[in-house]
């Protein structure tokens, strides 16, 4: 079975730092996406960045940026110059047969 | 542009009373779409996807169901609400190379 996994379920970070939030997932497929979606209090699921698996070059988003290890199923997400905006769950995403499997979450906290 | 709409934004329900949440996409033409559910500080649940008009496949048993009368309608509903239908629910659809839009969501509360 595919499975996505967060291993930290909660992190905190002071403004203006850099963070990175973890995720691994499993699967026998060659190629795929895999998607980091954002969460902030209003419960707005946001799209933050997208990675297809057939890409070597990590992606990027302003200040967000994957560093995906395709051999090694890790796909983490780093944010840079944190922000107080970016308080937020954070869900790490792998797509498989129309559907997408969702990672638990990490709670990420930016602290002023 | 292609946007998605949900609503209500927020229900309360009595036990045993009938539900139907609607969501319908504008800008784009048989769209996959779905259902999710989401406890409180938790992961997305999966409940219903759709690759077409009458096409539906559930993921969990449960006491809702889901239709798709028209290409960009999907509509979530039960016949009589349980107290463990609380919860967030929110609506999808797949768009280019996969990536997900959502709805603003609708917070359910059964009473």
């Known amino acids: 079975a595919q499975t996505v996994t967060q291993s930290q379920p909660e992190m905190s970070v002071q403004e203006a730092e850099t963070v990175t939030l973890s995720c691994t997932y499993d699967?026998?497929?060659?190629?795929?996406?895999l998607f980091w979606y954002k969460q902030p209090p209003s419960r707005q699921m946001i799209l933050v960045i997208r990675?297809?698996?057939?890409k070597q070059q990590n992606a990027t988003e302003n200040r967000f940026s994957v560093n995906f290890q395709k051999a090694a199923k890790s796909f983490s997400l780093k944010i840079s110059d944190s922000q107080l905006g970016d308080t937020a769950m954070y869900f790490c995403?792998?797509?498989?047969?129309?559907?997408?499997?969702w990672g638990a979450g990490t709670k990420l906290i930016i602290k002023p | 542009s292609q946007t998605i709409h949900q609503w209500p934004a927020t229900l309360v329900q009595p036990v045993g009373s009938p539900l139907s949440l609607e969501c319908t996409v504008e800008?784009?033409?048989?769209?996959?779409l779905y259902w999710y559910r989401q406890a409180a500080g938790r992961g997305l649940q999966l409940l219903f996807y759709?690759?077409?008009?009458?096409?539906i496949s559930s993921e969990v048993p449960q006491n809702l169901s889901a239709s798709r009368p028209q290409d960009r309608q999907f509509i979530l509903s039960s016949k009589k609400l349980l107290l463990s239908d609380s919860g967030f629910y929110l609506c999808?659809?797949?768009?280019?190379?996969?990536?997900?839009?959502f709805g603003s969501g609708t917070r359910l509360t059964v009473v």
């Open positions: 995403a792998f797509y498989s047969n129309y559907q997408l499997i």
């Open positions: 990675q297809e698996a057939y």
């Open positions: 800008g784009t033409s048989n769209p996959n």
């Open positions: 999808a659809w797949a768009g280019a190379n996969y990536g997900y839009t």
């Open positions: 759709s690759v077409g008009i009458g096409q």
């Open positions: 699967t026998s497929e060659n190629n795929y996406y």
